[in-house]
């Protein structure tokens, strides 16, 4: 059974940083793409920052420069560094592992991220 665990979130202040991790389990970490994405309340889900089974990143203009998506692959963990951070990083955040070749994804449960003073 795949199992995509996030931790990390919680309230942040304006400006402040924070790290997420995503703990994966029952399935082979190295051939998956690994993608964090958020949904804001009455938004749609957006796709953060992904990083491939070759360690490329990519990243949604609105964080880049601020965010930095790793993995491990020794430990099957996917973590996000958040820094300076807005009331509009403001939401529930996903951990999504993506096989390309088969189309196979699977997602954590979210964690929430708040940003408020």
């Known amino acids: 059974q795949v199992q995509l665990v996030e931790s990390g979130g919680g309230l942040v202040q304006p400006g402040g940083s924070s790290r997420l991790s995503c703990a994966a389990s029952?399935?082979?970490?190295?051939?998956?793409?690994m993608g964090w994405y958020r949904q804001a309340p009455g938004k749609q889900r957006e796709l953060v920052a992904i990083?491939?089974?070759?360690?490329?990143?990519n990243y949604t203009d609105s964080v880049k420069g601020r965010f930095t998506v790793s993995r491990d692959n020794t430990k099957n963990t996917v973590d996000l560094q958040m820094n300076s951070l807005t009331p509009e990083d403001t939401a529930v955040y996903y951990c999504?592992?993506?096989?390309?070749?088969?189309?196979?994804?699977?997602w954590g449960q979210g964690t929430q991220v708040t940003v408020s003073s």
């Open positions: 999504n592992a993506h096989r390309l070749a088969t189309g196979r994804s699977y």
């Open positions: 990083v491939t089974t070759r360690g490329s990143t």
């Open positions: 029952g399935l082979t970490f190295g051939i998956y793409h």
